[in-house]
């Protein structure tokens, strides 16, 4: 008799308890039930190994203990002894498998004590860019821009509870219901946010914005369409002479992705310090100092915010200051960073078009708590950014480069933005409702391009296809 056949005549009724109990990281390794004319529910096993992993995986932390977070263990080692036990389990559960069987068992089950679990597939799937989980048995997957429904699931609101443990204990932070809510990272990099109960109120959350092994470059996003050959030309220009430059967008429209291609353009040799709420840059200058904020620990103190990390910077002789978000009162510092000799940095905030970037990064600066006047705030606004690169996820997934913008100074009360170069919506879409419009110039020369001229920058003028200048 086969194993299944042995597991399914058996252990008919503990895998009917399962079945009532388990929600599977897998869902094709469920048993299903299927009425017969007697009504009477007829057990149809496609896992016979789904129950006996449920018990593995308990019997497996069990055994493990405190070891699995033994900071003395490398990873290798650790990988090692759960193998060793899962071979124990096997003995002792007497299953007679085959070896793809044996791997099988150890991979999955591995997967859920050391690896992420059922996340752990659509990890390794090259095309997926954001990973969702709303609760434990509602996981959404991003593919293209396009948002779906994962037929992957947790087993259990505990089981996502430790797949997120194990993450921010990874980065040496906490998450419990005195701190039910952490910004994280994984090994490759990418972002992740977590929020529990009793903050999310209806289980668990947990979002990761993953981000490729190997950064995007500038030909990849003319590839991708985000920009044209001559906006590239434009942007390392703008970067290798100097220019202050903020990439503004909305969530998830890529502006991490378009910083990196932007720091890309520093030229070797120059000393870059960049700042980041959780690490996500991935600068291939051998000169650089990463900084990296740290959360206040369980008694509340040891906070050290971005604003603290942009004051600190200005002391560590830096070329280039690169800020990966502005999100409060840190935007003041970073002006005057900008504004006292240290030109050429770099850094991103949420808006949805330049002109609302001026109006959030005037916000931002208030936040600091200086009883500035508007208009003290705006001129140095003004005197400090040089470029706005607007970044947008259009409704066909794609994201595009809407508005590369100059800031040109102040009128009166108002600071003059000017457009270089702006997407064309008017091109329409095609039948799978791509937009086929790309970004055009408006015609107009902008005043930083004498900085180009200054620093002995290579740019051809006719990529404005000028008719007039400002």
């Known amino acids: 008799m086969s194993l299944s056949d042995r597991l399914a005549t058996a252990r008919d009724r503990s895998l009917l308890q399962a079945h009532a109990d ?47 977070n033994d900071p003395s263990l490398t990873e290798a080692q650790l990988h090692e002894f759960v193998r060793e036990e899962l071979s124990a389990i096997i003995e002792d559960e007497q299953l007679l498998l085959t070896v793809d069987e044996r791997a099988r068992f150890i991979q999955d089950i591995e997967d859920d004590a050391l690896g992420l679990g059922p996340l752990q597939r659509v990890l390794e799937d090259p095309s997926v860019t954001e990973i969702m989980v709303n609760g434990h048995d509602t996981i959404y997957v991003e593919r293209n821009g396009k948002i779906t429904r994962s037929p992957l699931r947790f087993a259990s609101e505990q089981h996502l509870r430790r797949a997120i443990e194990r993450i921010v204990g990874r980065v040496g932070r906490r998450i419990d219901e005195s701190s039910p809510m952490v910004d994280a990272r994984l090994q490759d990099g990418s972002r992740v946010n977590a929020v529990v109960p009793p903050l999310a109120v209806r289980g668990s959350s947990l979002t990761i914005r993953k981000f490729s092994d190997t950064p995007f470059t500038v030909e990849n996003l003319i590839e991708f369409g985000s920009m044209t050959p001559q906006i590239a030309a434009l942007l390392r220009a703008a970067v290798e002479s100097r220019l202050n430059i903020l990439v503004s967008g909305g969530t998830g429209t890529g502006k991490t992705t378009l910083l990196n291609v932007l720091s890309s353009f520093i030229p070797d040799g120059e000393r870059i310090v960049t700042i980041e709420d959780a690490m996500e840059l991935k600068l291939q200058q051998d000169h650089v100092v990463q900084l990296e904020a740290r959360p206040p620990n369980i008694e509340g103190s040891g906070e050290i915010t971005i604003r603290d990390l942009v004051r600190n910077s200005l002391r560590m002789r830096p070329d280039r200051i690169v800020v990966g978000e502005c999100r409060s009162g840190e ?87 000017q457009d270089a170069f702006l997407f064309d919506f008017s091109a329409g879409t095609d039948a799978q409702g791509t937009f086929l419009g790309v970004q055009k110039p408006t015609g107009v020369r902008p005043r930083f391009t004498d900085r180009f001229e200054e620093y002995g920058v290579d740019f051809d003028i006719s990529n404005f296809n000028l008719t007039r200048t400002v």
């Not at 897998?26 to 789904?50: G, I, S, Y």
């Not at 208030?366 to 259009?394: C, F, H, K, T």
């Open 22 to 68: 388990l929600q599977s990281s897998d869902p094709e390794a469920l048993p299903r039930f299927e009425q017969t004319q007697d009504q009477v529910p007829k057990l149809v096993v496609t896992d016979a190994l789904a129950a006996v992993k449920a018990r593995a995986v308990e019997e497996l932390f069990k055994r493990l203990g405190s070891r699995i």
């Open 331 to 417: 935007a003041l510092d970073m002006l005057q960073a900008m504004n006292t000799g240290h030109d050429g940095s770099l850094s991103t905030l949420h808006a949805n078009a330049p002109r609302d970037c001026i109006a959030r990064l005037e916000t931002l600066v208030l936040m600091a708590g200086m009883d500035l006047p508007l208009r003290a705030i705006r001129e140095q606004v003004a005197s400090a950014v040089d470029l706005i690169v607007q970044i947008q996820r259009l409704r066909d997934g794609t994201r595009r480069i809407t508005h590369v913008t100059e800031v040109l100074g102040m009128e009166g009360d108002v600071v003059v933005l």
